[in-house]
């Protein structure tokens, strides 16, 4: 099974990507997790994503704030799908980091998630490896479902307790 690689270009990116962590981890997807920035580590950022492929992975996660060239900076030295997660700071609410990670120049594509969207980049890298793994496509049919039951029971409860 191909790995994910999770870099951020700071720790303070972590709780953004511990739910990543958590849902890679429910999927029995195997993954690493580093902190190189793009400008602070750039040899070490480059170096990561230029040997990602033979080292085993099929995708990678970027996380970045502010500037946000972590996503954009991985993708062009690789050409395994990076999804980037634009992180909020206290500046723009994490407008700075949304426009960052989603204006890639033609050429270099980065799938982008929503600001903060940790949860979501794990799931779209599980269905970018589901392509090639029936075992994680089944697990993601069985989350869509749990989820549909889980809405469908608010559904009830709210209904019973609020319509006349």
Known sequence: MKKVGIVMGSDSDLPILEKSIDILKSFGIPYEVHVYSAHRTPKEAIDFAAAAEENGFGVLIAAAGMAAHLAGVIAA????????????SQCFDGMDALLSTVQMPSGIPVATVAVNGGANAALLAAEILAVSDPSISEKLKAKRAADTRTVLEKNAAVSQKFTN
Not at 77 to 88: A, F, M, S
């Open 77 to 88: 030295n690789t050409t395994l799908p990076v999804i980037g997660i634009p992180c909020k």
